[in-house]
Every structure is written in C-alpha cells, then in structure tokens.
C-alpha cells in the first residue's frame, strides 16, 4: 500500500459548539487527498490542511456531473475508542458507484487507511456529546478540463469531515412526510442505486416544494407507474403492517443503505418478519385506513432512525402510530445507536475500531 503522508495545519480552527453542531456546518483541520491519472492509477495518498480547491473551470465534475460520495461516521465511545460503523460497506458501495458512474475504482485497504488516518489527524473533532459524531464524506470528482461528453482519464478522490448532531432539526421526533406525485428520483437502469450527485440534484424541487408546505422530506414512488414506493429523500423507508415489516426491494432505483441493511439484520435476529417486497402506494392508503399501519420509520447513515408521524398523500393525511415513536423504531435506535457508541455488544462485529 502506498504510504499516506501528513502535512499538518499551522493554524487550527476554533472548535464549534458541540452541543449544538447541526448537521455538515463545520469542517475539521485536514482533508484527505488522492489522485487518479489514466496509466499511473491512483497516487500521491496525503493528508493536508482543510481549504478551498483549485480546479480548472472546464472540469468535467462541473459540467456533467461525473462525481461519486459515501456518508458514514466514526462514533466516541464512553471509553475513550473510536469507532466506526461497517466501513467496508460504504467503501464497496463506493466502487460499484464508481462502475456505474465509470470512474476508476479504489483499493479497500487504501481507503480504510485513509479514513483511519485522517480521523486519527482530526481525533479532537471527534465529539463527545450524546447523539454526535463525525460524518466521514468521501467523494471523487473527474477533473479532466474538457467539455465532451466521455469518462474523465483524471480524478480526485478527497475525504472531509464534519462533526455533526441529528440531521433532521426534529432529531428522533417523528417527522411528516409528502408523498412526491409529479418529479421522480429514478428509474431502473439509471443511476438511483449508485451515490452520485445527481441524484440529489434531481429531488431539490420536490424537497423545496415539500417544506414549503410544513413537510420535513418527500417519499419517492417509482418512475414508470408513480405508485411503488421507493424510498425517502436521505434514507430508506420501513413500514410495520400486521405485525410485519416491509421494506422495498433493492431493484436498481434506490439506495442499498448500510442502516437499512442493518436494520433488517437487527429485526431478523429479534424474530420480527422483514419483507423486501413491492409496496404500491395504495397498498400502505388502505393499511392505514384499516388500522393495519402501527408504525413507519426511515434509515440512514444521516438520518439514523427517523420515525414517521404522517404521510400527505395528494392531500390526504396518513397518521402513523398517532405521530408518536414507535416501538420497533425506538429499539432499533436504541439498539442502533448503542452498538454504534460501544455502549452494547456488537454481536454482529460492525464496529472497527481506529
Ligand atoms: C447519508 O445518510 O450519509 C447521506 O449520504 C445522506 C445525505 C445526502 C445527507
């Protein structure tokens, strides 16, 4: 492995107050560099000052949106360790972004490296209060100054980090939720599974119309039919009908989250049923309407757990579990949350220690 050099800032930043950190405001000391040039491969592993970039104008990224991110987070524990959460998982949903987006893919361990190492540099922005962390952002970008359309022969891979609380102002309060009829986020054979910019690009309006109207995110339905559910703005979405839990499926279009996949594990090894299957829009209007619905939350690496307390559906009120949290979501928090601070027993081996 190419060995990972550390320039270190001469001038460190006054630190935030972490007890009211918000969500990807505040930017750490250093950053992590690495470059791609088409022949050579990725080279030049370095750690550096946090500061601006300097990019020809004419680089690809900015102009046709060749860019692939990741979101995790390390996590300090009560004993002073620092943990982060399934790495290897972010970084393999990385390269098979890169596959989708044609960018050249990045070895394991390197990256591991990366983030350790850069984590271990900023260990003083790693914060301490309940319900912080670090949020670890990953991200490639081509660089190649050209305005044809093809696959960039030059890149950059960075890592920043960014001490952060809950990302929804209602932190683990349930949030309201408008079911989005008219834009949609994806369709199979697109780019809805991979974690590329575009992607977010692409819900602004709806999300910008959502708030608008008193809603915290939209719930996506799929592209071809506007009727099977597919996930939430920045997370996966889980219903609890008859006493089982139904997600849906991972078919191309939306997000393979890490917390949803986690999630799924977890509620399995607790002997609740977890369905991955279709989930039309109807289908969850007359689960509601029937009473069947107990409770509705959405899964992240941002979001964490995030119960849902109402869906608008073309101005029809869905209340979920009486807009209260509720029980599933609440243990998979607790549950959640405690393997990630090193507060419980990771039976699982999650958490990797840096
Ligand atoms: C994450 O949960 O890490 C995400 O990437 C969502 C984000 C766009 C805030």
Redesign the pocket.
Known sequence: MQAITVQRTAAPKEKPDFSRLG??QYFTDHMFLLHYTEGTGWHTPRIVPYGPLSLDPASMVLHYGQET????KAYRADDGRTLLFRPLENIRRMNRSNRRLQIAEIDETLYLEAIKALVRADIDWVPTHPDTSL?IRPFIIATDPYLGVRASHTYQFLIILSPVGA?YPEGIDPVSILIETEDVRAVKGGTGEA?TGGN?AATIRAQVRAKEKGYTQVLWLDGVHRRYIEEVG??NVFFSIDGRVVTPPLEGSILPGV?RDSAIRLLTSWGVPVDQRVIAIDELVEAAGAGRLSESFGT????VISPIGSFNYNEQIIPVSGGQIGPLARRLYDELTGIQWGKKADPFGWTVEI
């Open positions: 969500f990807g991110f990741e979101g995790l949020y990302y974690k977010y920045t997370m917390t992240g690496t941002a979001a």
